[in-house]
């Protein structure tokens, strides 16, 4: 019995002076992943631009910044993730990763692809964002 391999792990380390949300984006459509997770990611930026709650506040951070947490869902078309990041006085700020936020030294990366599914954005007027529709590819 052929056994179906239902998630595909990938690491990924990104260098001084890669932005993460693009690298992460190129990375997923060159990969050609329809639907993944970014399980973890560990690193030190030089700046960083993350998106508030409240959908409108931007936070510009200058580092060195120490990234904390960092997951969210993969779409060939877009990335949604989250971070949080620590000062040097070990203040830690979190929100939306926006483009901006530049690998300082390095940042090690761990997904994974789920080959069963596609994860599609589409226009949620209730939320007023793309939100993830989830397809299985088994149904």
Same mark, same amino acid.
């Given at each position: 019995?052929?056994?179906?391999?239902? *998630?595909?792990? $990938?690491?990924?380390? &990104?260098?001084?002076?890669?932005?993460?949300?693009? /690298? &992460?984006?190129? +990375?997923?459509?060159? @990969?050609?992943?329809?639907?993944?997770?970014?399980?973890?990611?560990?690193?030190?930026?030089?700046?960083?631009?993350?998106?508030?709650?409240?959908?409108?506040?931007?936070? =510009?951070?200058? !580092?060195?910044?120490?990234?904390?947490?960092?997951?969210?869902?993969?779409?060939?078309?877009?990335? %949604?993730? %989250?971070? /949080? #990041?620590?000062?040097?006085?070990?203040?830690? $700020?979190? !929100? %939306?990763?926006?483009?901006?936020?530049?690998?300082?030294?390095?940042?090690?990366?761990? *997904?994974?692809? +789920?080959? =069963?599914?596609? +994860?599609?954005?589409? $226009?949620?007027? @209730?939320?007023? +964002?793309?939100?993830?529709?989830? #397809?299985?590819? =088994? =149904?």
């Amino acid at each position: 019995m052929k056994r179906l391999q239902i *998630m595909t792990p $990938y690491a990924k380390r &990104l260098l001084q002076g890669d932005d993460l949300r693009y /690298s &992460l984006l190129e +990375f997923v459509q060159k @990969n050609s992943i329809q639907a993944g997770s970014l399980l973890s990611g560990v690193g030190c930026l030089s700046k960083a631009k993350i998106r508030l709650a409240d959908e409108n506040n931007v936070l =510009n951070l200058e !580092g060195p910044l120490e990234i904390i947490t960092l997951s969210g869902t993969l779409t060939p078309q877009h990335v %949604h993730i %989250h971070i /949080s #990041v620590a000062d040097g006085k070990g203040c830690v $700020y979190g !929100g %939306h990763l926006m483009p901006g936020c530049i690998v300082h030294y390095t940042t090690e990366l761990c *997904m994974v692809a +789920f080959n =069963n599914l596609n +994860f599609e954005r589409e $226009y949620d007027s @209730n939320t007023g +964002f793309d939100e993830l529709v989830v #397809v299985d590819n =088994n =149904n």
